[in-house]
DNA sequence: ATGAAAGCGCTAACAG
DNA sequence: CTGTTAGCGCTTTCAT
């Protein structure tokens, strides 16, 4: 492997020049930094990027910690931060918490110990969360989907508590009152909020909050699954499901399907994400779709800005979901006439 | 941050014995032992990973380069990687080729520059691949989904040939003989295996290959649909389509829909890969499905298994596909009785 | 069984 | 504008 010296030496300067020239931040004469640069490109030199993190005390690599790179609501996030990563000439690290509270805190210290020059993550709770480990050693951190309340973090969510609103106010409408709900713990601030929606929705026409139409587990498609099932085993079913999330919607799908009923005619659903099977299935599937590799950008960007400075003004972030209205709720505001 | 030296100050022992024991390499006293252990217990401390990494001159960190970490094949891989990984006490840098060669040279350079343990490759073709300047660096290396021929490397596909044999013979059983074929470039091992197959079936069956059913470009959605439009612009259109991969598949589809014509009544259509919406959409798709999350995870033994002993033989797996055979083929074989 | 000391490849004062 | 020098935190001889 060649190193700095080499090409020092091939250059017949110091090391310092070699890296003054490489890092641009200080003056060098343009003759020297020919020959430098020269001398790099004839021998092929690549940094050692483990070295100058050890001399800086920062590597050039980005932590990212998300719940599961299976959801394709992360996965568009995670390309978008890599995107922006890229660009800076980062490199980032991926980790999967699978909503595990110890996971995550092992894998905040596993980027302590990366020295990583910051982290963006999907906090798996609200309080006591691990970022303030990250906050202690000063390495910049944003939160993105879900927010935090131990400490101020930059921060890039969506508009949940509006957006299910919506949903849940679109169902409203179109005669639905008995309305289950699906969702994943109130740690997770997401969830919370969409929940928060949804209760606004009722208060708002009126209606009573009925809390044994609301499930709440991991938002996972096979707790999606069986919470389905604890709701269409009540004695009055719900008319229509509203799921926390893509996964658990795709749950409660396959206990509908499983149980002979269809969408929407014996039951409505909305959810959120506009994955490709929303509108690929019979019916297509009423969703809010959350702007996934925009919160991923701007999470990235906000990082980078952190890094620049880390004294900066924390920001926080929401950008609007937007609502795609299609076929699977059904008015039944006929039956109530 | 606190450093080995801090632990070995407070322990009263030398920062070697503090190495010694956490590496667990050499023989401690079993008394020092625990003293150095409650130390690093007291101060909570974390070794630098950078700094070791410098020493002995390889990071704890596995490079794993994909095209796209949001075509849903590559993420069950990149989650079967990590999960090994992380037993293993391994990092992941994740990073997406985009199916361009110079991007996947640049990343390689980055996997050289941060001196990764290994890396998990799906090379964007088959010869003068960037994999051999990992061999020159004497870096860990195996290819997943696809092969490559500059050099011998572990390996980890599926049954291509067979797979891609079998679903266009259940194709011409149903009476199809125009077939129109959607691929990615045969510069990449999998699409020219794919291919191989879609010919074997043809030949087998006394059929003649028509080379202009067969359309070949990047793997994406948006050129599957573009394809699939040529192929439905042809004055005899063929009566089936064969998508080589699942994100040309959802292309064909789009193409399909988009002319108002429906499958499997007026075009049939078989791919790869069980993604949720080949089942959930009516009808529900014809596939072979590969083991996804068993290639990642076999190609992840194959590197921790080389990164132990770098002389070891290697290794070539194929792994079997499934066949799911669903709703998307309509027999034509009486319409020509 | 343990300690002392050297050095991995780089950056950053400090001189000049 | 450029060279000298001193580490960053760890592992690894080499002694003892």
């Given at each position: 492997m060649i190193t700095i010296e080499d090409v020092a030496n091939f250059a017949g300067v110091s090391q310092s020049t070699v890296s003054r020239v490489l890092n641009k931040k200080e003056y060098v004469k343009e003759a020297t930094r020919e020959k430098v640069l020269k001398a790099v490109e004839e021998l092929g030199y690549k940094p050692s990027r483990l070295a100058r993190g050890l001399r800086i005390n920062s590597s050039q690599i980005l932590g990212l910690i998300i719940?599961?790179?299976?959801n394709p609501f992360f996965t568009s996030l995670v390309r978008a931060v890599e995107d922006v990563a890229y660009q800076n000439n980062y490199a980032i690290i991926l980790c999967n918490t699978d909503e595990d509270p110890e996971k995550e805190e092992l894998l905040v210290e596993l980027m302590l110990s990366e020295r990583v020059a910051g982290v963006i993550i999907t906090p798996t709770?609200?309080?006591?969360?691990?970022i303030l480990k990250l906050h202690e050693m000063k390495v910049p951190v944003v939160c993105v989907d879900r927010r935090v309340f131990d400490c101020e973090t930059d921060t890039v969510i969506s508009d949940n508590v509006e957006s299910s609103f919506k949903l849940v106010k679109h169902l409203i409408e179109h005669g639905h009152e008995k309305i289950g709900a699906l969702f994943g713990s109130s740690k997770i601030t997401s969830f919370r909020e969409r929940l928060e929606g949804y209760r606004k929705a009722f208060i708002s026409s009126g209606l009573q909050v009925r809390n044994d139409f609301v499930k709440q587990s991991t938002p996972k498609e096979g707790e999606g699954y069986s919470l389905a099932n604890e709701l269409l085993d009540?004695?009055?079913?719900?008319?229509a499901i509203f799921a926390g999330n893509n996964l658990m919607a795709l749950g409660a799908i396959h206990a509908i399907k499983d149980r002979g009923?269809?969408?929407?005619?014996d039951i409505s659903l909305v959810s959120f994400d506009d994955q490709e099977w929303t509108q690929l299935m019979t019916p297509k599937i009423t969703v809010a779709t959350q702007p996934k590799y925009e919160m991923g950008k701007k999470a990235a960007e906000l990082l980078m800005r952190r890094i620049e400075d880390y004294q900066c003004s924390v920001k926080h972030i929401t950008l609007k979901s937007k609502l795609l209205f299609r076929e699977s709720v059904k008015s039944i505001v006929s039956e109530n006439l």
């Open positions: 719940s599961d790179i299976q709770r609200e309080y006591e969360c691990p009540l004695p009055q079913p719900p008319t009923l269809s969408i929407p005619s």
